[in-house]
């Protein structure tokens, strides 16, 4: 039996983590009788490692609970792992495009400041630069 410390040091995580994982339900302790120290087992590491695996892999804490309860009820969790991770590659891949967008747009706006002079501020400007970029429709 390990104590919270203990567990955190053998998982390579704090004992905040350890704490919030039992406070969201990830990881579920006993509790010793003489003192009200929560304990945890062997089987304990191994799922905080699965629970720190599984997010290097972009998975939720959420998401994480869900594809524990499967594991739990003796359902395989593999294909709502594949459905996850193949929303998330197509989530990610459009948050990339548009920030490849972005990132032309200001290269761009900066490509154009370059020969334009600095201005002041006046009571219909606040910095003309910026003001005179041209904004895509669907962005303003």
């Given amino acids: 039996m390990f104590t919270v410390s203990e567990l955190a040091t053998r998982a390579s995580v704090t004992p905040d983590t350890v704490r919030h ?15 009200g120290y929560k304990l945890f087992e062997t089987a304990d590491i191994h799922r905080l490692l699965f629970v720190r695996q599984a997010k290097s892999l972009g ?14 009820q003796g359902e395989s969790p593999c294909p709502r792992v594949r459905e996850i991770i193949h929303r998330r590659i197509t989530e990610n891949r459009r ?10 747009r200001m290269e761009s706006a900066l490509v154009s400041w ?11 400007s606040v910095c003309h630069l910026i003001e005179e970029v041209m904004v895509p429709a669907r962005s303003r």
């Fill in 21 to 35: 994982y039992v406070q969201i339900g990830l990881l579920q302790p006993r509790r010793n009788p003489d003192n």
């Fill in 59 to 72: 998975f939720t804490l959420n998401e994480i609970r869900e594809i524990l309860g499967h594991a739990q």
């Fill in 95 to 104: 948050h990339l495009d548009e920030l490849m967008t972005l990132q032309q």
């Fill in 114 to 124: 370059e020969a334009m002079p600095d201005g002041m501020p006046s009571g219909e």
